[in-house]
């Protein structure tokens, strides 16, 4: 069995090692062009040109959860596009989305800022039974997400395409289900894929919804947010503030507006990393399943897009 790597931005050597290690059958090589053709391909961010070279393969395995920038490529029709399912993300996701939304609650950044002036200042506690923490998109993320708040004992509602039930957390669904969803939603956590249906979906009307002073954190895709209505709203006085993982362009360009926004809290790309062992072990179990004819979890449907 030959498995190609071709990964933008990451160092193919380790990788490499991995794979072999796990699967000593396998020939596994970084991919150039004129490469021989492969049965697997490990990939993240590969140029068009790999896909129209690499006329063999039967599966992509994207080494992220989100599969967006790959349905932008031309891809055939029979090629199974599978992602990460968890591979140690969903950890990651619970520690980065609880961290924002305890500072928040807890008024963190105004006890750093007390601390700067050497002032001993108490905040009013907010009322935890007033802190409905809203989770667009319930799917492995969310889902492990929702589970963390629930351990803090904040009131936690979601939303998802399909009806779901999920313990403690009270559930809508599909375009009917957003309105009440919003409606309810004190600090807004967004873990959809990118696809034509959730593009610009935080938006003036969308956000303008939420509860007043209601705060937003965005850890899916930077073209889920339209970023002019956010600076807006929180301008207005609308929203009081945000924590932003993802953006439309990455790196955020030194000029915008994000950067130094004081309600605004910027990083680089890191609510979950790709951990490379779990990966390449989840990738490898999903290869010799699919060696011996076996169904897998995480194959994209290219109708819904994720
Ligand atoms: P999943 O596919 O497991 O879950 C997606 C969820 O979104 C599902 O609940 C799905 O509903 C819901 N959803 C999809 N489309 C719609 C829609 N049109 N309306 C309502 N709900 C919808 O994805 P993951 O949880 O694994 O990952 C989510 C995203 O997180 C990734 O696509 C990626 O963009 C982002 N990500 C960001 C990282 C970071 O470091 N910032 C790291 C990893 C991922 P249903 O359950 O009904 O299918
Ligand atoms: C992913 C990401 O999709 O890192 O895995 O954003």
Not at 88 to 109: K, L, N, P, T
């Amino acid at each position: 069995m030959q498995l190609t790597f071709c990964c933008a931005h990451t160092k193919p050597e380790p990788w490499l090692a991995g794979l072999r290690a796990a699967l000593p059958d396998a020939d596994v090589s970084v991919w150039v062009p004129g490469a021989p053709l492969a049965d697997h391909a490990i990939v993240w961010a590969p140029p068009q040109a790999f896909i129209d070279e690499q006329t063999r393969l039967q599966t992509l395995f994207n080494i992220g959860a989100g599969v967006d920038g790959l349905l932008k490529l031309r891809l055939p029709p029979g090629l199974k596009v599978v992602r990460l399912d968890d591979a140690g993300m969903a950890v990651q996701m619970a520690e980065y989305v609880s961290h924002a939304v305890i500072r928040h609650f807890r008024d963190f950044d105004v006890y750093d800022a007390a601390q700067r002036e050497a002032r001993w200042a108490f905040q009013k506690p907010r009322r935890r039974e007033d802190f409905t923490v809203g989770l667009l998109g319930l799917g492995v993320l969310g889902s492990r997400v929702a589970q963390a708040l629930r351990a803090f004992e904040f009131p936690v509602l979601g939303w998802s395409r399909s009806p779901k039930a999920l313990d403690g957390v009270r559930c809508h669904h599909g375009p009917d289900g957003l309105h009440d969803f919003l409606a309810g939603t004190q600090m807004l956590v967004n873990l959809l894929p990118l696809t034509p249906d959730t593009e610009n979906l935080l938006n003036r009307d969308t956000l303008g919804r939420l509860r007043h002073g209601a705060y937003v954190i965005n850890v899916a895709r930077g073209a889920h947010l339209v970023d002019d209505d956010l600076l807006a709203l929180l301008d207005s006085g609308h929203l009081a503030g945000a924590t932003l993982d993802v953006f439309r362009n990455e790196p955020l360009p030194p000029e915008h507006p994000f950067w130094h926004h004081p309600h605004i809290t910027v990083t680089p790309h890191t609510a979950a990393r790709t951990l490379r062992d779990e990966s390449i072990a989840q990738i490898a179990r999903k290869i010799r399943a699919l060696e011996r004819g076996e169904p897998i979890a995480g194959v994209v449907d290219p109708q819904r897009g994720y």
